[in-house]
């Protein structure tokens, strides 16, 4: 037997593999449809932390992978969350002072019914579980089953005008956060989406995770969730939304606008300034694996970027 890397594997023998990953996937889909009903057992991950608050009424989503789900440990003890820290195994202590109550969302800019929603009003929106691929700027990816609900049904509590295009994400800044006394991003960090972007299916707000709240170091009590794009455009611990006409900027394209555009789709095609994006390593596997065009979402989402160079646009 030849031992190849995942380096050596040819684009045809890639195809293949994609397209069998794909029906795996749209027959979790269907069987989930035909399924449709609330999720009975526990996630052995809630088990294992008896004092975290689990979430109940929660049913199986749309677009479930059924690749692997990374272990509880590893999606919770390596985070990026450089309010913290910039070290990833840092988050899962220091952020057990991030404050969650009380917690609120100001929604507004470019809408009919500006809003300050409280986190109660929005744990009691009908929440459903998507188990999707994230695959960090840096070359690692994971597999989470999320908790949470689709951002459309948000932004239909505030009616956008016609004039919203945008939609920008601000996050909390608190006195228990110690990164924010070092200026390695403009705090607080922003995110944003074209507003197609965020009104699309697969992007959701999660609230939870493996069955049971999110934990602090993965963005609680409210964050954003967009499995096609590079992990920092899913910002954690949420507290305003901003409906704009025009592009916001976002923190780590102010920090590195060559090295992080606004778009940041995952694209095996365009290499970070600095390394490839060709490959990466799922947590928990040895072997890299390679990096699929929008994080194997291309067949839901490409048209979004219909006519675009997405070389320019990164
Ligand atoms: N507020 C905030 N959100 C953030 C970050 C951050 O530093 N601060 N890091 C981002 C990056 S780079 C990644 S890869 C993901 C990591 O999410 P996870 O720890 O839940 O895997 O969160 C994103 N959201
Ligand atoms: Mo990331």
Redesign the pocket.
Known sequence: MIIRSTDDIAPSEITPQAVHARRRELMVALGAGLAGGVLGARSAAAAETPQAELLDGVTRGRFATSEAQTTFKD??S???????STDKYS?AGLAKRLRVRPWEVVVDGEVARPRTIGIDELLRLPREERIYR?R???GWS?V?PWVGFEFARLARLVEPTSKARYVEFI??SQDTMP?LSYRV?DW??G?GLRLDEAMHPLTIMAIG?YGQVLPN???API??VVPWK?????????VHIRFTATQPGT??NKAAANEYGFYSNVNPEVDHPRWSQATERRIGEFRKRPTLPFNGYAEQVASLYTGMDLRKNF
């Open positions: 999606a919770t390596y985070n990026n969350y450089y309010e913290f988050p994230m960090c700027v840096e994971m989470i996050t909390a990164g991003l607080p960090y995110e995770m170091q993965n963005g964050r954003l590079y992990g920092f455009k899913s910002a954690k611990s949420i923190a780590w």
